[in-house]
């Protein structure tokens, strides 16, 4: 297969992928709302997001953890959007931390092919030998005043500044081409105001990130 056969694939199954995102992003869910156990919802999208991200990538190891409220009230939500919600930004949080992982091991690299050449003190870019990288996502829950927020974290590479304000965009990704059709965090924020609440991001570039979903108690 020649080069250009390739990218004629590549183009051809990311513009699947974009109109079969464009259906999603487009249908009125037709889902009823019911008193949803929140706890057990994130538990078991953050159990099954890993095992999806492994299967696709038996290299892939990373640390997960829950911090859950004990005492989170039951939520009137649609339970299967809302898991889309939460599945979608775990993948990405995995995608954030695989991507990281392979920085670091590429940097650690660097460093013992290029250890004679360096000059003028430690590149601050390049890892120590007693530095390490362990990837972690985590899921939290809390109640608020008069919401409970499910708080995504992971320890990746965070998200520049210049493209924070665009993450929410239809369309807008960062990942390698045939890897994302920029639509799930589209979907996901429009989802999430659909239930009343809302959906933000805190992030810092070399330290990762933390999407907020607020969701009403009522």
């Not at 989170?72 to 775990?90: A, T, W």
């Not at 799930?184 to 999430?192: A, H, K, N, P, R």
């Amino acid at each position: 297969m020649s080069i250009y056969d390739w990218l004629i694939m590549a183009h051809g199954k990311r513009a699947a992928d974009i109109v079969k995102g464009m259906l999603q992003h487009s249908r009125t869910s037709s889902g009823q709302k019911e008193p949803t156990d929140i706890n057990a919802l994130c538990d078991e999208y953050l159990r099954l997001a890993y095992h999806g991200y492994r299967a696709k990538d038996k290299s892939f190891n990373a640390q997960f953890e829950t911090h859950l409220d004990p005492n989170l009230p039951k939520v009137n939500v649609v339970p299967q959007d809302i898991g889309r919600v939460v599945l979608n930004i775990i993948n990405n949080a995995f995608f954030a931390v695989a991507k990281q992982s392979e920085i670091f091991n590429l940097k650690s690299g660097r460093q013992e092919v290029g250890t004679s050449k360096r000059q003028n003190g430690d590149d601050p870019t390049i890892r120590r030998p007693d530095e390490e990288y362990f990837p972690m996502v985590s899921i939290s829950t809390r109640k608020q005043a008069n919401t409970i927020e499910i708080i995504i974290s992971d320890n990746g590479g965070g998200i520049p500044n210049e493209i924070k304000e665009k993450i929410f965009q239809p369309f807008f990704t960062t990942k390698p081409s045939g890897q994302g059709t920029g639509l799930g965090l589209s979907l996901s924020y429009d989802i999430v105001k659909a239930h009343g609440g809302e959906l933000r991001v805190e992030t810092k570039e070399g330290e990762g990130s933390e999407f907020i979903i607020s969701l009403p108690v009522v």
